[in-house]
């Protein structure tokens, strides 16, 4: 059936393909009444069966009224190829209307299209249901300077599927037309074909804007391929979308686009979805991408209740082109991001990257796919652009199973930072928050406020803020009151190539490193390592990894000319347990960090470990503790330790408290084992204490020179076989030893040394204010072998006493050192021993400078007969004679206290 109305005379003419009234300059109404229940128009494979309205002055209305309306293979048109605008094409039906294209071109279609400088009619249906079937069509279109027209549908369902669709385009000057859907039950829409999609449409394609898509229903679905989408393709700007249902899901390459493919920008997406958004599946997802040409991207818009994004589905607003990408803002409750799912800002053009905004009122949950490191959240940039921002504010935040929160530069540009705004953080089976950079672009920052906690679990898991390639390394920054760190999980600010790496700052009330946990800042290029600062109420490192990695803060020069980064700490208590350390290490030319370390407590115990150390030509640095209360030093091969093995020198230990305790094979030293020089040791305290096999020791294992060991304090107590060394077992002059005790040194099995084998001895010094008590302990200064000369001992205490013990100042080959003793009292007995002596050369000389030198000669052997104590003790001495009591009764406060006693 064909219908045609002319409001002005011309020529009409029929023929196979329908009417033809484009002689007619002006067009009448068609009105189709509801006489009957049921209105179909239909054609054959060959023909249409049209109603048309066209001219090239203004066409005629359509309208139609029915119970229930099909249009299988036919069409309805309103065509305007003037300056005429074309009239509205209105259907309203009371029950369901079917759309069928029947497979055939061009049919199944309702359409308003204009080509010339007229505007397009606009196009309004309404029905209980609206279906569009078998490449079905509703179009709107403008391909001159006259603008589209608008499509408005206000039904119950509507269902578009098997490659239909509806649209409105732009594909000269003029703009497209908008596409308002209201539809009060659900909207579906599905299919694709090699033919192209199902779905809602608004283009641009030339220079006029596209058109923009409005949709409201309680449940939007779009599956197997069904799209939302407004683009541009030429100069005009694209549309923007605004999506409002209740639920929205989006499966199987369902997809909501706004995309720029021209110079034009890309438009917007809005969607607010009262109950939840699903996305699931590779290719499904919502995007506001540009791609070739110098267009910006539009931005996602997405408010809902819950936001799931599983199995490789994505959001994204990323930039392929020189323009740059939009910004994606979701406010949620809950954020679920799993299976490879991803929401990106990405460019891989000179365009930059958008930003990525979450706000979500309860959780956020990232999973990426476990053996492919996908899935998460990205505002990447791989060339020119600068990438963008990540800003998350949640109660909670957890990354797991390779899940990723990224702002990476692998080219030129820049990368963003990531703000994270938290109660709790977890990080789990390698989740990761990266601001990496691979190219000449600077690595963007990392800020986390958590004011719960921070957990981080797992290898390959934590905070990364790694340079690898020329750009400077971003900085990373926790704010927490409890950080821990466990499992082989990580805080890494390093750098391997020839810019230097960020810093870590931490600002907490406890930090637990354990399980071969690491905070790493490190250089293995020709850049600097980064800085470590931390900030805390207690810090606690202990414990190893599986496959041996030991827990602790570390900052490294792994090779190359790049100085490590410094470790700086101030925390009321720490703790370092068993393999725990913290180490500032140089393999390369470049220079070990330095330690400095302000503590109320230090406890070091089971192996626990401060270093710094140094494998090549770089000098080692300097560890300086402070604490105001106590040091204590406990356990096999723990201790404080600066280390030279190369060419190197090593670092200086310098440690302040008022007590300092070192027990149980404990260890504080400074050592060289090449040519590079030892550091020094300066310690300083009211109370030390070395007991069960302790030892300070600056020594030289090979041709650089040992050196000096500075201690301070009011008291040394030193027991069980405990030691302070300055040797040399090579070429290396051994160092030498000050000790400057204000009150007293006392030594049980214990023993202070200088020494060396080939090598000239140390020298040692002792200022003590009152007594210098020896038990069974020596103080020496010695040389085994070779030519080298004995140290020399200046002692100046008030007492001396030595009880068992020697004195010795010793060479081999070289000339004895001497032993210079000045001290108001010097008392020893018989089995003890002072000697300065060569065997090969020249003694040395002893000097004991002390008004009583020897007190042997006063002292009388008391007799070993005793009286009976039963025979004078039954009566005292009063009461039998009534004398006063004898003179050798007398109360235990009037006998003054042995010398060595306290």
Known sequence: MNLASAASAGEIRFSDTGIDLNGIEKQGNIIITRDTDFRKIAGTDYSWADITAAGTDSGGEVFIRAERFEIRGGAIATNIFGDGNGREINIRVADSMILDGAGITLGGNITGRTFGSGNAGNIRIEAKSLTLDNHAEIAAETYGTGNGGDIRLDVGTLNISNVSDISSGSGGVGQGGNISVSAAESVR??????????????????QGAGGNISLDTPDLTLDTGGVISVNTLGDGNAGNIRLAPDRLTLT???????????????????????????????????????????????????????????????ISARTGGNGDSGDICLNVSNLTVSSGAEISTETIGSGHSGSIRISAKDSVRISGLKDQYTGGIYANTY?????????????????????????????????????????????????????????????????????????????????????EG?????????????????????????????????????????????????????????????????AADSVNISGTHDEGYRSGIYASTLSGTGNAGNIMISASDMRIGKDGVISAFSGGNGKAGEIRLNTETLSLTDGGEISTEVLGQGNGNDITIA????????????????????????????????????????????ATTGDGQAGEIRLNSDTLILNEKANITASSHGAGDGNTILLKTSDLSMENNSYIFAFSTDTGKAGNITLDAYRSVRMDNSAITTGSFNADGGDMAFHIGTILYLHESQITTSVKGGTGNGGNITIDPQFVILNNSKILAQAYGGNGGNIRIAADNFIRSSQSLVDASSKLAIDGSVEIDSPDENLSGMLTVLPTSFSDTERWAVTPCDERTDQPRSRLFIRRYFIPPELYEP
């Open 470 to 534: 020329r750009g400077e390394g971003g900085t990373i920054r926790v704010n927490t009151p409890v950080l821990e760190i466990n499992d082989a999980g990580v805080i890494s600010a390093s750098t391997k190539g020839d810019r230097n790496a960020g810093e870590i700052a931490l600002d907490v009330n406890t930090l637990t490193i354990i399980g071969g946990a690491e905070i790493l800042a490190a250089s293995s290029g020709a850049g600097q390592g980064g800085n470590v600062y931390i």
């Open 383 to 467: 060339r020119d652009g600068n990438g963008g921002n990540i800003l998350i504010n949640t109660p909670y935040l957890s990354l797991d199973g390779g899940g990723k929160i990224s702002s990476e530069a692998g080219g030129s540009g820049n990368a963003g930072e990531i703000l994270l705004n938290l109660t709790q953080l977890i990080l789990t089976d390698r989740g990761a928050i990266s601001t990496d950079t691979f190219g000449t672009g600077h690595g963007g920052n990392i800020a986390i406020s958590a004011e719960g906690s921070v957990r981080i679990s797992g290898s390959l898991t934590g905070l990364y803020a790694d340079s």
């Open 627 to 670: 604490a105001e209360k106590s040091v204590t030093i406990s356990g096999y091969l723990g201790g404080i330790y600066a280390s030279t093995y190369g060419s190197g020198n090593s670092g200086n230990i310098t440690l302040s408290a008022p007590c300092i305790r070192i027990d149980n094979q404990g260890n504080i030293s400074a």
């Open 189 to 206: 829409i599905s299919g694709m074909s090699e033919k192209g999609n199902s779905g809602i449409y608004a283009a641009a394609l030339g």
């Open 252 to 314: 199987e390459k369902g997809a909501v686009t706004a995309s720029a493919f021209g110079t034009g920008h890309g438009g917007s997406i809005d969607i607010t979805a009262k109950d939840a958004v699903n996305i699931s599946g590779s290719g499904t997802g919502i995007s506001a991408n540009t791609y070739y040409g110098g267009g910006n991207g539009g931005s996602v818009f997405l408010n809902t209740s819950d936001l799931t994004l599983d199995k490789q589905s994505i």
